[in-house]
């Protein structure tokens, strides 16, 4: 089944304790993303990726990294997580950076 | 300003009611349009896509744009309880700049 996961779908840390979130998907798409989706403020661009070890930050990059070392996975790295980072976050890839985008389950991450 | 506005609802209509979301926007720039379906405790996925000023159908799904009104809005005819969600509106400029509303949460009621 064609898809994009995220792993952990659910997360509770502590402020400041280094975390990463997972993303594979097994379209073979080129073009991978990270956005996270607020109330009141809809999804906002973390983070892109054309390609692999081809990285570029959107519109809220601050506190947040990425790798892009293999095709399918795209992982988003909190070196030192804040409360404010506390939101939903969704990875979608897409065979370009116009095309259509398949989005991830989505991983809930609650920073104390 | 946020550049793109969207109600955030509640919206609850009873079942086979003809439903109208919409979304404003600010930048004339935005080209491509586009709605998007979440369901509770899933991504979104793609709806609806239009390309500058128009309606496209999609079965009970309509989409148009008024791009002189900076005004697009999405009809679903004949609603059902599976149509409950939260509806996003998207639009962007060239390939990237992906722009999103709010969402509007819409419940159809059996």
């Known amino acids: 089944e064609a898809q994009v996961t995220q792993n952990p779908r659910y997360l509770i840390t502590v402020t400041g304790k280094k975390l990463t979130v997972t993303c594979s998907q097994n379209?073979?798409?080129?073009?991978m993303s990270w956005y996270r989706q607020d109330p009141g403020l809809g999804l906002r661009q973390i983070y892109y990726s054309m390609n692999v070890e081809v990285t570029d930050k959107g519109d809220v990059p601050e506190g947040y990294k990425v790798s892009r070392k293999e095709k399918r996975n795209f992982p988003l790295i909190l070196e030192s997580p804040s409360p404010n980072q506390t939101s939903l976050y969704f990875c979608a890839s897409s065979f370009g950076q116009g095309d259509e985008q398949f989005f991830g389950p989505g991983t809930r991450l609650t920073v104390l | 300003q946020k550049e793109v506005e969207q109600d955030p609802g509640p919206l609850s209509v009873p079942e086979g009611a003809i439903v109208s979301l919409n979304c404003t926007y600010s930048n004339s720039a935005f080209q491509y349009f586009m709605w998007y379906r979440q369901y509770s405790r899933k991504g979104p996925e793609l709806l609806m896509y239009t390309y500058s000023s128009g309606n496209k159908e999609d079965g009970r799904f309509t989409a148009q744009v008024d791009k002189s009104s900076k005004y697009i809005s999405l009809f679903i005819r004949d609603s059902q309880p599976s149509d409950s969600a939260t509806y996003l509106c998207a639009m962007r400029k060239g390939n990237n700049d992906m722009r999103f509303g709010a969402g509007t949460r819409l419940t159809v009621k059996p």
């Open positions: 379209m073979n798409h080129e073009y």
